[in-house]
């Protein structure tokens, strides 16, 4: 695959880039290829050239600054996005993200994620779109078109196999070379074709011996060679190790800064002869394009003069949201809900709603409408109750209801050099984000200081979460003054580690007392850049659990129906660490059950990321899988319930239990993950293991009926006809499986080939057409190293899900 073409502006940009490069001398270009921070790269005054900004991706635009007061937009998480088989909403959210990144002076987004769901414990599952590299591939190139229409870039992430997170810093991943052509690089092929993305980010991991971030065969030869790739490769944060090892592997910037192996390390190895200058260069030439593209080099004209029309962020989140619900299963039409009647929403989630998975995912809204505020808002006066009924959540939280905080700084000495308001218990400042008249020099000790004025009577708990000194006093009382040290070494754990509580304490309703938490700033060993990271946590009086359950019972016993919301916390789907289990967490599945067996009228909504096991599955009338869903996920939810919108989402990707699940691995045995299953993962290794799993990939119901009519495949296009058989309108997602029928190499029984969606009315028909890809025939041959075309007969269906296949053809290729 050879790259586009450059068009005319693209020749008038790369001629100032050559322009610019010729003026820099090597120290200058070496420090250009080294963040100068945590975001951003220097800028070049002499040459024109403004400060380059990144910044997290992918549901929002999070900035330069990890607190809740530089406030973002929230859209629901990767997984919902890919649930809704809509490349064409992903590009939508991609406009909106470009247009947040505007907002916050961001040129460049990391996103999106297209690593696989290979085992459904990977950590950062949610974060990803799915287990099928076709169905990642299109929804990425929707939101990298998106992104990059509205003048901002994109680097899509973690090339590659990055697909589980423990030891991803050091792991060494094995995949068979058909494995990673035909599912692992397979998005990030997709995406360089079909959206040309001005960046890449290469992974913490090694694959095949040779770790991402100097693999000279997968980025400058496949990815640069065969692809076409013409835009940056920056490193995943802290990822580039090796100096002459990066540049030679086609790393082109080393994040974050200002510690990294490039700047006047970079530059050395050239004066030594142990890097050509012609290797810098290139890398720096790649860089002035990225920057040309995005405006910030003067002369060059940005690939996007005016920005596209403005998008109303809230009511796109809650589109994408609703779209994205995945109605499981729906007995005796139990949903919608019928109008009047009564209604027990159930679950801590309902209340404190769960938006998004954690770590550097996470964004700060400046609102969330949670399902308790959405349902109340829809449904009429009087018809709501609410109960806890479980709380999901086995660790406490940072502190935040009750608590008026404010950060103070002071030097060595104990003199105070700087103040900031704290909106909650956490701390997260990074490179020169720091209160005003403080300097890393100078900073000695964060103190958070303040009140807390408790909401019930009884004993609560405060805990530190961060490495180094603390001390911790309430009420006067000191109740720890140590060296707190959690953790396994990954170098985030300060910013997504356990809280550990400290101090349990009894307090009264209503009573103010003084809390304080001292900090002792020091640069961990094992960051590059310069990093205050802590946050005080609390839960208050906690009530017996069975107590809660039977509470939630009763609520439930009284209504016509009963919504139990069961959820994941950011200790289960978050970054750094794999899950354990897919069991949700807490007395969730009690209180299901429980709930099920009071009221028939049962409906649990799943809000988590990625997959959990529902061993009660068929106890409740309805199951809807609601996603992390974003700011507005409350407001999307009442809108399915009450039947405003039908539930309009499919799997991306197959549920089912751990025990069932056939590739499950993500701890390395001595340093290595084998990836022994080959091109068998997801639907392909269910298929093949015989299993039938919970829920098929591409299953979800809706509020309608379809009838699959005809099914036409000529030469490689397909024509579906379909016919709404039921009362109401919908969308109906059309699955194109193409299955080999004859012999050949090892193959997937079947595979997505491709998709299209149809609206239609009751007792409308419609048609659409897919167009099959090439290589959807196709195997990886390691021995010509090339793909090839696997002739013989084929059979097409057209379906529902992979298992619910309504009508088929044979093909001969
Ligand atoms: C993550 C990246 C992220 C980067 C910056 C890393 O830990 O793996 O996805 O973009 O941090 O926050």
Known sequence: MAGAQPTPADQAREAVVEAALRTLDLDTKARLLAGQDMWSLPALPGIGLRSLVMSDGPVGVRGVRWTADDPSVALPSPTALAATW?????????????????????????????NLHRSPLGGRHFECYSEDPYLTGV???????????????????????????????????????????????????????????????????????????????????????????????????????????????????????????????????????????????????????????????????????APPAPVDGEALAREIA???????????????????????????????????????????????????????????????????????????????AGFTLRAVCRDAAGEVIGTRSAP???????????????????????????????????????GIKGTGDFTLTVGGTTYYDDDQRPGDGDPFEAFFGAPVPRARIGLTAGEPVDVSLTHVVRLPENLPMRVVAFALAHCGPRRDADELIAEAVETARN???????????????????????????????????????????????????????????????????????????????ADVLTGAHEPGGRLPTTWGSLADAPVTQVVPADGELRYDEGVFIGYAAWEKAGRTPSYPFGHGLGYTDWAY???????????????????????????????????????????????????????????????????????????????????GSYEIAAGRSIADRRLTAPINV
Not at 587 to 610: E, K
């Open 139 to 305: 929804i990425g190139t929707g939101y990298v078109r998106g992104v990059q229409s509205g003048g901002v870039g994109t680097t899509v992430k973690h090339f590659v196999a990055n697909d589980a997170e423990t030891d991803r810093l050091t792991v060494n991943n094995l995949v068979p070379e058909r494995a990673l052509r035909e599912l692992y690089l397979a998005p990030f092929e997709a995406i360089v074709r079909d959206a040309r993305p001005w960046g890449v980010m290469t992974a913490y991991n090694t694959v095949n011996g040779t770790t991402m971030t100097e693999h000279h065969h997968l980025v400058n030869e496949v990815l640069r060679g065969e692809w076409g790739f013409d835009g940056v490769n920056v490193s995943d944060w802290t990822a580039a190790r090796d100096t002459t090892g990066a540049i030679e592997g086609g790393l082109d910037v080393a994040m974050p800064g200002p510690r990294t192996v490039y700047g006047e390390a970079l530059a050395r190895a050239v004066r030594d002869g142990r890097v050509g200058e012609a290797t810098v260069d290139a890398a720096v030439r790649r860089v002035l394009r990225l920057a040309a593209r995005a405006g910030i080099l003067d002369g060059a004209e940005p690939v996007v003069a």
């Open 322 to 400: 609703r779209r994205s619900f995945v109605l499981l299963r729906n007995e005796r039409h139990v949903l919608p809900l019928k109008p009047h009647g009564t209604v027990a929403l159930i679950g801590a989630a309902a209340r404190d709603a769960r938006i998004l998975g954690g770590g550097s995912a996470t964004v700060f809204p400046a609102r969330i409408v949670s399902p308790l505020d959405g349902l109340t808002a829809a449904l009429a006066d009087g018809t709501l109750r609410y109960a806890v009924g479980a709380d999901p959540a086995t660790e406490l939280p940072v502190a935040e």
């Open 424 to 462: 909650g218990g956490l701390i997260q400042w990074m490179g020169t984000d720091l209160p005003e008249g403080v300097t890393h020099e100078t900073l000695h000790t964060v103190e958070l200081t303040g009140t807390f004025t408790p909401r019930e009577s009884g004993t609560h708990t405060f």
């Open 559 to 637: 209504a016509d129906t009963a919504v139990v919301m069961v959820a994941t916390t950011d200790r289960v789907e978050s970054e750094g660490f794999d899950r354990r289990d897919l069991r949700l967490p807490g007395r969730q599945d009690d209180l299901v059950r429980a709930v099920a067996a009071a009221n028939p009228n049962t409906v649990v909504v799943v809000n988590a990321g990625s997959p959990v096991e529902m061993p009660w599955r068929d106890e409740a009338a309805a199951v809807l899988l609601g996603w992390f869903p974003g700011q507005e996920g409350g407001a999307a939810l």
């Open 709 to 791: 009519e005809s099914l036409d495949v000529d030469g490689t296009t397909v024509r579906v006809r379909l016919r709404n058989t039921g009362e109401r309108p919908g969308r109906e997602v059309v699955q194109i499986y193409v299955a080999p029928a004859g012999p050949g190499p090892e193959r997937p029984a079947r595979r997505l080939a491709g998709f299209a969606s149809a609206d239609a009315g009751p007792g409308e028909s419609t048609e659409v057409t897919v167009e099959l890809p090439r290589r959807a025939f196709e195997v990886w041959d390691e021995t010509a190293k090339a793909w090839a075309c696997v002739k």
């Open 86 to 114: 809509d490349p064409e909403l992903a590009r939508r959210a991609g406009v909106l993200l470009a247009q947040e990144a505007r907002r916050k002076g961001v040129h460049v987004l990391l996103a999106p994620t297209v």
